[in-house]
């Protein structure tokens, strides 16, 4: 008998500081991770770390997105040297985690990391001739030199029994999904005879690095609301949603938001009036808030209009004219959806289905849409499938009873910097392979 642990979305960037945890760091569970190591040893299980394991996006040093394409037009971010720069940050913010699962290494223990979304670089193939991977290389000297075998990277997904294991990004909403995975470092189409390889921009990407992360340098709890789409929602209805930053959301939607097309109604052209492009938004609830606030407070109003009278960087348009030519048609839009109260893009559940169809295959785990599911209960929503959900704090606005608590009561800023709010779960998933076959088991770590 065999058994694996796995845990997804830990998302660690830029860690502790004298001054407290960064505005964009989200785990604070060190204390928690170590027990569960413990536990993994104690059952001499592998430790399979499902993808966003590290954000590489909400890593210094911070790079703007620019103006790179490959020579297919697929839109272009960073080179392999940034990327190794953003790893030595996390080392550096993230000394007792890195040092807990050495140890963990060192006496034993296995660890397979798996591609996420928002740490794709561990695959960042070298510029020079030796054609390794330097990012893993770094990594793996930064935890005492562990073999191949001790500590694996994969990049698609992983078959442990009869269990099938991916991060699920290229399973859920095209906006987080390569174009062409795994082949997803290009050569600069400006630097077309030489190896200078940059990473896809996802578009799920890019909305983190203009929209996100700037937003989460004055409340850092924003990407702990989920759905992210949501907190734009909370912000304009309790005033710390300024006119720029809403405009940064709609010129998103407006640009290259085809993946939120149950938000909004993608425009052809620039909106010239405020009032014109909030009457494009399918969400009713939120454009209700967008013209109450532009009714009823003058600042929004003239930062909302001076935002969207800007200049679009050429970058930018022709960013949107790849995103809706080569990936709008991919689009699904559940039909369900009226409001941006959305858990989950519905296509995770079907792509959950069409996997326990395949010879072999008796269980799913996912995890990327930090919303954890039982398949093992009688009201999953698949049977056999399993999502291990995050190991960062949230409050989740698409829980029924949250939201009607923030609708009965003020609900001012300062409230969501009180941590009480949030819950951080810490899921897992234990799977069991024996000669009887493989099991799964959704459980949660202890947290004091």
């Not at 921009?201 to 990407?223: C, M, Q, T």
Request: hydrophobic residues 40%; glycine residues 8%.
């Amino acid at each position: 008998m065999k058994k694996y642990f796995v845990i997804s979305d830990l998302h660690l960037n830029m860690g502790r500081s004298s001054g407290g945890l960064h505005p964009l760091e989200d785990f604070d569970c060190d204390d928690q991770l170590a027990a569960f190591l413990d536990l993994v040893s104690e059952n001499n299980g592998d430790l399979i770390l499902n993808g966003d394991w590290l954000d590489f996006l909400q890593l210094e040093p911070f790079v703007e997105t620019g103006d790179y394409w490959s020579l297919e037009g697929v839109p272009l971010a960073y080179r392999v040297g940034v990327a190794l720069k953003k790893l030595a940050t996390c080392l550096d913010r993230h000394t007792r985690h890195f040092g807990d699962l050495a140890a963990f290494l060192k006496r034993g223990g296995r660890v397979v990391v798996m591609q996420g979304n928002h740490d794709a670089d561990w695959f960042f193939p070298s510029e020079e001739e030796s054609r390794d991977f330097p990012v893993q290389t770094a990594l793996r000297k930064a935890l005492g030199s562990p073999d191949a075998e001790a500590l694996r990277f994969v990049d698609t997904s992983i078959r442990v029994g009869t269990v099938h294991i991916e991060h699920g990004h290229q399973q859920c909403e095209p906006l987080n999904a390569f174009q062409n995975h795994p082949g997803i470092f290009h050569v600069d189409r400006r630097r077309s005879l030489t190896r200078e390889f940059r990473l896809e921009l996802l578009w799920g990407s890019r909305f983190v690095i203009e929209f996100f992360n700037p937003l989460e340098e004055k409340y850092h709890f924003a990407d702990n609301l989920k759905p992210q789409e949501r907190a734009l929602w909370l912000g304009i209805r309790n005033g710390w949603v300024g006119g720029k930053t809403a405009a940064g959301f709609l010129r998103f939607l407006w640009g290259v938001g085809m993946p939120l097309a149950a938000v909004a109604e993608v425009l052809e052209a620039a909106p010239t009036e405020p009032e014109a492009l909030v009457e494009r938004l399918r969400d009713e609830e939120l454009k209700a808030l967008f013209i109450d606030r532009m009714q009823n407070d003058r600042e929004f109003r003239r930062e909302l209009r001076e935002a969207l009278d800007a200049p679009v960087a050429e970058d930018e348009n022709q960013f949107r004219n790849t995103a809706r030519s080569e990936m709008g048609r991919e689009v699904v839009v559940p039909q369900e959806v009226t409001t941006l109260g959305i858990v989950r893009d519905r296509r995770e559940l079907r792509q959950a289905r069409e996997l326990l169809k395949e010879a072999g295959v008796t269980a799913v785990i996912f995890g990327h849409t930090h919303h954890e599911i039982d398949g093992n209960t009688s009201g999953a929503p698949v049977p056999g499938y399993f999502n291990t959900g995050t190991w960062t704090p949230s409050l989740d606005l698409a829980d029924q009873r949250v939201r009607e608590r923030l609708r009965r009561q003020d609900f001012p800023l300062v409230a969501l910097g009180d941590r009480s709010l949030f819950t951080s779960r810490l899921a897992y998933a234990e799977v069991t392979v024996s000669g009887d076959g493989s099991s799964v088991e959704l459980k949660y770590a202890p947290n004091p």
